[in-house]
């Protein structure tokens, strides 16, 4: 598995339009969209993604505080990599509109999403 560079950092947020105002206003980071569940700024090299803490932890406990997303060049083929090396895997390859995107978990229970773009974009 080679990494190609993060694409974003996800940051679990009790109140959503608090940490907009926050993130939008107070440090100037240019939105890339704005949603009730799932916001993302613009920070130069690599995007800030706002996350509802509320879902994410009644979906997976280990996103309560925040998640790394890894370019790799291809999602299923990583995760088959790090499952043969032992590592707990989270969420399974799921493809989305922009991209394919499944986790894992570090040796202390921390998220590390897989992610691809479909346009080739990295980082």
Same mark, same amino acid.
């Given at each position: 598995?080679?990494?190609?560079?993060?694409?974003?950092?996800?940051?679990?947020?009790?109140?959503?339009?608090?940490?907009?105002?926050?993130?939008?206003? =107070?440090? +100037?980071?240019?939105? #890339?969209? $704005?949603? @009730?569940?799932?916001?993302?700024?613009?920070?130069?090299? %690599? /995007?800030?993604?706002?996350?509802?803490?509320?879902?994410?932890?009644?979906?997976?406990?280990?996103?309560?505080?925040?998640?790394?997303?890894?370019?790799?060049?291809?999602?299923?083929?990583?995760?088959?990599?790090?499952? =043969?090396? +032992?590592?707990?895997? #989270?969420? $399974?390859? @799921?493809?989305?509109?922009?991209?394919?995107?499944?986790? %894992? /978990?570090?040796?202390?229970?921390?998220?590390?999403?897989?992610?691809?773009?479909?346009?080739?974009?990295?980082?």
């Amino acid at each position: 598995m080679r990494v190609r560079g993060v694409d974003f950092v996800g940051i679990a947020v009790p109140d959503m339009a608090i940490a907009q105002a926050f993130y939008r206003d =107070a440090l +100037g980071l240019q939105p #890339l969209s $704005e949603g @009730e569940h799932w916001s993302e700024y613009e920070a130069g090299n %690599v /995007t800030v993604s706002l996350y509802l803490m509320a879902q994410a932890a009644a979906s997976e406990p280990s996103m309560r505080n925040a998640v790394l997303a890894l370019a790799v060049e291809d999602v299923p083929a990583a995760l088959q990599e790090l499952r =043969a090396k +032992g590592s707990k895997v #989270l969420q $399974e390859t @799921e493809e989305y509109p922009p991209c394919f995107m499944a986790t %894992v /978990t570090d040796p202390f229970g921390n998220s590390i999403m897989l992610h691809q773009r479909k346009d080739g974009s990295a980082g």
